[in-house]
């Protein structure tokens, strides 16, 4: 409700001595990161507790103030009460957090905006990004404002920019199109009048925010299923009475003990930008020494494991890839090569009768930690879904008894790689054949087998060799580098294919069974080294 005229008065005429005396006071929401539960920032809000008229709402002298055109005392008061807080938070050496605050439309007419808060933050020591401006979408829609003059001048001083009560006005993608905003908060009526028609807009924004690279908070936030529903849509950060009432800085205690270090706030942005709408089975590990954690996982992923498992998620992943379990080695070599390089990489392996694919990429690192994003691929079901039966038990059984299967493609100098359950780095397609020929001796061969290696997988004269043997295929033995260390005997083997005037051959990597180990043993005496190390 409108305060009556005296009050007005009351307002304009001691809003000076309001913020001299304290009786303006800086409350804090929490604003919680969805994926970790932690604290990621907090936003200041203006309450007035008056000696006369008591406890006064921002809708009570905010309008008052910015008709009267003193809104821009109170906006830099409350930014000089940020700074006091992040130093109080510096000083007792907890973790400290981006704080935002609002700007009105008269404060974007003040011709010197940029310097002031440069200034407030500068005699505080306060680094510039840990301010984040937020503007309402009604003033970025008013045409006297060069907004986007703004945006940029604030983004050149090392200010993130917010759209505040994104979807409340008339021309949101209009003002989205033509201002660069960092991050949009979803309007709380999205959450006060809930329904599937408001679920369906907020899972569209979210996703169109995800496209732009554009972060997503939402405020109102009220219930456990609320939340619940947001963390399925993707939405990154949550504000709201579910978590905490605006309170003094004081009293919000138990959130800064549990706040993320701002090292992390750039990892999580990542992380949390990915897009979870895909109807692909995905998953989001952390992965770190040795050692990872899921951080999110998405239905489908679940379903595809617990169709191959039935025993549930946690039990299936702690015994699949156990520490003396072999596929937990091939697991762990390529998540630390992802890691390494910033490289996909592809595991296949088969799992229950059917061939499934991982492949992994990376998102991001923040010190020792790297986040990984994992799809899966299970080829069996995807045949049967398409009433298709080209994965049958034979072809199941064939691909199970091989490491890694590549086509070869001399003539192209190209190839791909068609199936691996083992650790190697993926250099064969993508590289030219022959250089990756060359790479991989160079990185997963003996030393001392080097020279055989590339001379069995020469191309130049692969056909007439195999025309010699009397068969389609060659085979010969050599030690491999293992995921744990050392090196151990494997088969390749290369085989040829019909294919009319181009050539194309199998590569088919397998272990070395015990009647080879023995052949081999025989033929190289006291140096076979069935596990040697140069």
Known sequence: MAPDIKLENYISDNIEEAVESGWIKAYFQPVIRTLTGKTAGYEALARWIDPVHGFLTPDIFIPVLENCGKICLLDMYILEQICKCYSELKKNGKNVVPFSFNLSRKDLQREDLHEAINEVLDRYEVPHKMIHVEITESIASMGEISLEAHIERFHKDGYEVWMDDFGSGY????????HSFDTLKLDMMFLRNFNDKAAEIIQSIVK???KLNTGTVCEGVETAEQVEFL???GCERLQGWHFSK???????????DNSEPFEDQVYWNVVSRQDTASLKPWMILEYSEHSWRIIDINCRMKQTIEELHPEGLEETLRESLASDNQLSYVFDEILMNVSATRAEQQLDFIDNGCLVVLSVYYLASTENRHALKVTARVIHAEFEHQKNNLINEGLVGLYSQYQLVNMLKPDEDSSLQIYSNANFEKVYGRTGLRRGIAEFAATEVYPDDRDRYLEFMNMDNIGERIAESGTRFISNAFRMRMPNGGYKWKIVTLLSLPAGVERKYLFELQEAGRAVL?????????????????
């Open 171 to 178: 021309s949101t993608l209009n003002t989205l199109q033509n």
């Open 208 to 210: 169109l925010a995800k």
């Open 231 to 233: 963390r399925k849509a």
């Open 246 to 256: 605006p309170q003094p800085f004081e009293a919000l205690s138990d959130f800064h």
């Open 518 to 534: 023995n052949s081999l043993k025989l033929e190289y005496g006291d140096s076979w080294e069935q596990e040697g190390s140069p």
